[in-house]
């Protein structure tokens, strides 16, 4: 007997779900999440594979079928972030309803190194973006953000960064403290800033990244490939938060500050376990001498 291939191609799933006329998007999302569930544990193959599906589905079905997804990856302790973030994006209707903003933030900063990357990638083509919005006295802000960096002093760069992003002190912090630093890219992005002022910032800000060169790659790819649409939607979600956030420890994964542990207040939707992208030799042009 002949099994069939471990990994279905994503575009022959989405050809079969329109054949003939019938949209079975609805039908096939729900199936897929309902295998998924069935599992208490996946490998990261498995986890991709059911991510890109998702991912690709969610904006093409009802408002019903998004709830009833919702509803049951809430109830899955290893619901991948990058799919719940994109539920919530939309006016998904269901028992439990839209999580609020500061649950959205909690979403991205408890995600994993992957998770965040899926995130940021999808980001721009969620329901009601942010409105696009230049930061004010860019050029001078940008200028005391990098010195503030150079000085290997992240509590001038937190207020700086406060002010330029327009949001709280305290995000502000966690943002120039998280230690995986996909958060200062995003900022980065956001407000304009040059490829190259970023990997200076990187290399002196925080000293978890700065004393990896293939984290610096990372990042500077991410950077690369997320939009500055993406960008702004995430910094609308960081804009629009409304309370502080509550903390409590989450185990398995990075502390998500260079001097502390890292937190979730997911509640029910708790992260999927963390796993680092694979280390890739960084460009000798990124080499610090």
């Known amino acids: 007997m002949v099994k069939p291939p471990a990994r279905v191609p994503i575009d022959t799933l989405v050809d079969l779900a329109c054949r003939d006329g019938v949209d079975i998007r609805p039908t096939l999302l729900r199936v897929l999440t309902d295998l998924y569930v069935q599992k208490p544990v996946h490998d990261a193959d ?26 049951t990856l809430s109830a899955y302790p290893a619901a991948p972030a990058a799919v719940l973030l994109k539920l919530a994006g939309g006016s998904a209707a269901g028992t439990r309803g839209p999580p609020e903003r500061d649950e959205l933030i909690e979403l991205f900063f408890t995600a994993s190194v992957e998770e965040r990357r899926l995130i940021l990638r999808n980001l721009d083509v969620a329901p ?88 610096i790659y990372q990042l500077a790819r991410l950077f690369d490939e997320i939009t500055p649409a993406s960008a702004e939607r995430m910094l609308a979600i960081w804009r629009t938060t409304t309370r502080p956030a509550a903390h409590a420890p989450r185990s398995g994964h990075a502390p998500v500050y260079w001097d502390d542990e890292r937190v979730n207040i997911r509640g029910a939707l708790k992260p999927a376990p963390a796993r680092a992208p694979a280390e890739r030799e960084m460009p000798a042009k990124w080499k610090t001498k």
Do not use: H, W
């Open 128 to 215: 009601e973006p942010g409105a696009r919005r230049p930061p004010p006295v860019a050029g001078e802000l940008l200028r005391r953000l990098e010195n503030a960096a150079l000085s290997r002093n992240p509590g001038e760069f937190a207020r700086v960064l406060a002010r330029a992003l327009g949001v709280s002190g305290e995000l502000a912090t966690r943002i120039t403290r998280d230690a995986s630093g996909e958060p200062v890219v995003v900022a980065a992005k956001a407000l304009g800033m040059q490829a190259e002022a970023l990997q200076r910032i990187l290399l002196f800000l925080n000293p978890v990244i700065g004393q990896s060169a293939a984290r």
């Open 46 to 71: 498995e986890e991709t594979q059911y991510v890109e599906l998702a991912l690709g589905l969610i904006d093409a079905v009802d408002a019903q079928t998004r709830g009833a997804v919702a509803v």
